[in-house]
């Protein structure tokens, strides 16, 4: 509280927080260290001053001066010198005396090696400070024990949000977990702590202790250690290394509501892995003669990085890249979030797609995660309209001048200011023939080396640059494959996600070889037309119409095989075109494919059950098969839907001259 009358240059002692606590106890929070307040208040208080400033680091430190300063109590009574496993084992102690909804376990695991697990009762949640705070304690032991090497990480938390790093408080963090736990290593043990002897003459204060170190003689180094000294000198410290201060993120934790559907997931994460594989789309099809290509790499199962793309009628297409804070279940949680919002608010612009996005995530998630994002709007002139969310600018690569540059714009993170929508802007692009644009997440140009170096915007442009000919799928997967040889012998810590696209060279071409194409199959000259799309195809080859028209034009042309491939390349794209299921169908039927006939079939059937032309093929199927009841379920099938249709009765006898020993 008092960094952040500093921060905010209020008058001293002007409480801030009316609206949380009143003036006198406002008061004595700030002059009195043992007064005590409501877990409830302090969560209050602190959820407030997180929301304007990054106490984490503050935290941090707060928990290693609670360690030195309270050590003193935890000494022998007498004499008695103890060394730093005998003070861990005392550490259930102080915790006792701190706080009365959680007690500490403490698990050797060898002898300079231990494991703390910190168990909270039941109606109390573990809060994103208590993890912090809790470490720093931690540290506080290696500061009173001058260790010099020493590894304190959390293996293990309840916690399911977090905040763009957890790498100082653990490289590999179990979230979700049933307890919370963490690890104290050390090489070193070299000091004992001991209570002081000295007369008052000698003592000021309670708060000095007796220090002594082994040698290798038989004699023995004895000190007096000031901890008020010690505690200014780690204040020091904490100012002067920023690098901890930053590492050191904030936890979120989920509301209730919320924690329990995740915990669903975290008890199967191949589970949350197929489901996050059906919201991110494998490829993006080609739309109004623009290509897209994407590259991404996951660090886990489930990632915090999602793209994707929402058609608008047919005069616009939305482009969406995010990155979730936080990996695992908690994040996919947010991504399937962001697509239902995405695909709810179809806004004309994308400023406001972002505000509407932004307020409800914020009701759904209560400031427990966030995600940034880039969204951009592509309009049938190439036009292209986008906003930024605390994320990344993209990268446009201009065809004419063959240079890449830097995007501009701006705007904070949505799902964690009730105010960010006032940051969003909407900035615009003219696309131009060859020209690309290239949407990506941090985890792209913060990646390291095994010298530190970080692969960076700079080394991004150059790539983009030196394959300027290239087609953006062949872009996209140089980057990729420069980005792996890049990072060769490190360990990801974060999701890649590249999105790449670009308005073709050949639209030109491409628009004059699809006419020509429609007006030869409009003829019913279906041979000549599919060479039209063939070539139609090579230019622009996820292109969704040419690929259902080159399909058709194959399968009437009598091409089943090559005509089989096309349809279904074009069906993974999820078009719920029913047509192009039935003549699929009809392909593996002419290919003696007969299961995967019938399957089609039904799906064609299932999408439109008001055609019975796949009707009649299931029975007719079924009929080559000798399978006489499923011959007459189907019959029975199209009496219910329409008795007049004239193809029953013929049916209806091939039925009965099926053998009856067949059903």
């Known amino acids: 509280m008092q960094v952040y009358e500093r921060e905010n240059n209020l008058t001293p002692h002007s409480n801030p927080f009316p609206e949380i606590l009143d003036d006198n106890t406002y008061t004595r929070i ?169 007369t008052k003459e000698n003592v000021s204060s309670r708060h000095r202790v007796m220090v002594t170190s082994r040698s290798e003689t038989e004699l023995e180094e004895m000190s007096i250690v000031d901890v008020r000294d010690v505690v200014g000198k780690s204040r020091e410290l904490a100012i002067e290394n920023r690098d901890l201060e930053a590492a050191v993120e904030v936890l979120k934790s989920f509301k209730q509501e919320l924690e329990k559907k995740q915990l669903s997931m975290a008890k199967d994460l191949r589970l949350a892995k197929n489901i996050q594989k059906g919201l991110i789309p494998e490829i993006i099809p080609d739309w109004n003669g623009i290509q897209f290509w994407t590259g991404f790499s996951p660090m886990q199962e489930v990632s915090g990085d999602y793209y994707d793309y929402f058609p608008y009628h047919t005069d616009k297409l939305g482009v969406a890249v ?53 969204y951009l709007l592509i309009h049938s002139d190439y036009k292209v309209v986008y906003s930024i969310a605390g994320h990344p600018r993209p990268i446009l690569f201009r065809h004419r001048t063959g240079k890449a540059e830097i995007c501009d714009g701006e705007g904070t993170f949505l799902g964690m200011f009730p105010d960010a929508g006032d940051t969003y802007r909407d900035l ?79 639209l030109e071409d491409f628009r004059i070889l699809q006419s020509k194409g429609d007006k030869v199959y409009q003829k019913k000259e279906y041979a000549e037309a599919a060479q039209y799309y063939r070539e139609a195809h090579k230019i622009l080859p996820r292109e969704l119409n040419t690929q259902l028209a ?22 993974k794209f999820k078009t719920n075109h029913f047509k192009s299921h039935a003549i699929l169908g009809y392909c593996y039927y002419q290919l003696g494919m007969f299961e995967k006939a019938e399957l089609e079939w039904k799906k064609a059937y299932s999408i439109n059950d008001s055609n019975l032309s796949n009707l009649y093929n299931l029975a007719q199927l079924y009929r080559k098969l000798n399978q006489k009841q499923k011959m007459k379920d189907v019959i029975d099938k199209m009496k219910h839907i329409e008795a007049t249709y004239l193809h029953i009765l013929p049916l209806e006898k091939k039925w009965k001259s099926l053998p009856d020993e067949s059903i």
């Open 322 to 374: 995010c990155d979730v804070s936080g990996h695992g279940v908690p994040a996919a949680f947010i991504t399937a979030l962001s697509k239902m919002l995405f695909s709810n608010f179809k806004k004309p612009k994308p400023s406001e797609t972002f505000k509407l996005i932004n307020r409800e995530l914020l009701d759904l998630v209560k400031q427990q995660g966030y995600t940034t994002c880039v």
């Open 550 to 571: 080159y399909g058709k034009a194959l399968a009437y042309s009598g091409d089943y095989e090559n005509a089989s491939v096309m349809l279904e390349s074009y069906n």
């Open 30 to 198: 700030l002059k009195d260290p043992n007064y005590w307040i409501s877990q409830v208040l302090e969560d209050k208080i602190i959820q407030q001053i997180a929301l304007s400033l990054d106490i984490s680091g503050i935290l941090y430190h707060v928990g290693t001066e609670t360690l030195i300063t309270n050590a003193y109590d935890l000494l022998p009574l007498d004499d008695t010198r103890i060394d730093i496993v005998e003070m861990i084992q005392r550490l259930p102690i102080l915790i006792g005396r701190l706080t009365r909804v959680v007690y500490l376990n403490v698990k050797p695991l060898s002898e300079n090696y231990f494991k703390f697990v910190f168990v909270y009762l039941p109606e109390y949640q573990e809060k994103w400070y208590d993890a912090v705070f809790f470490q720093g304690m931690l540290n506080g032991l290696a500061v009173l024990f001058e260790l010099k090497e020493f590894k304190i990480r959390m293996t293990k938390t309840k916690l399911f949000g977090i905040h763009v790093s957890h790498k100082e408080l653990g490289e590999e963090i179990q979230f979700g977990s049933d307890s919370n736990e963490y690890e104290l290593e050390w090489k070193d043990d070299i000091l004992y702590l001991s209570r002081s002897h000295l």
């Open 428 to 506: 615009h692009i003219q696309l131009e023939p060859g020209d690309k644009l290239f949407l990506y997440t941090d985890g792209l140009t913060e990646a390291e080396n095994d010298h530190g170096h970080a692969f960076g915007e700079t080394k991004l442009m150059q790539l983009i640059e030196e394959n300027a000919n290239g087609t953006i799928q062949e872009t996209v997967e140089l980057i990729m494959n420069q980005h792996r040889e890049f990072t060769m012998g490190t360990d990801s810590m974060d999701d890649i996600t590249l999105l790449g696209l670009q308005l073709s060279p050949k």
